[in-house]
């Protein structure tokens, strides 16, 4: 059995050029068409065996949401993208504060700092 395992996006993935057709036989990515499914991150129905502690009231969202004081927070250290997410970004910033950290603008951001910002 061979199995393709990607994270990456297409772009920075390896490239299979040289890999006959049919070669690998199941896929394993954070693509929903994929045989396994990896995400990165995904949002979860409530059901039966959700913990009470993890549901969230609408009153604490609410709270939550009314403490925030900026809109967008981007941690990012991959300066000049392929997809240029960068000049969206830029582009964005000319509209709404966005709050940024990592190598392309030299401001460091450990998880303490992280949970500050996400509040």
């Known amino acids: ?47 039966k065996i959700t913990k009470e502690d993890e549901i969230w009231t609408w009153k604490e969202v609410q709270e939550k949401v009314s403490k925030k004081t900026k809109l967008v927070l981007q941690l990012v250290s991959n300066c000049y993208t392929e997809s240029k997410r960068e000049v969206y970004a830029t582009e964005l910033a000319k509209y709404i504060n966005i709050t940024v950290y990592g190598k392309c603008n030299k401001r460091d951001c450990n998880k303490e700092c992280e949970n500050e910002e996400i509040g």
């Open 1 to 47: 059995m061979n199995v393709f395992f990607n994270q990456e996006s297409p772009y920075h993935g390896i490239q299979y050029k040289h890999v006959p057709p049919n070669f690998f036989n199941i896929t394993m990515t954070y693509r929903s068409d994929s045989d396994v499914i990896i995400p990165y991150d995904k949002l979860e129905l409530i059901d």
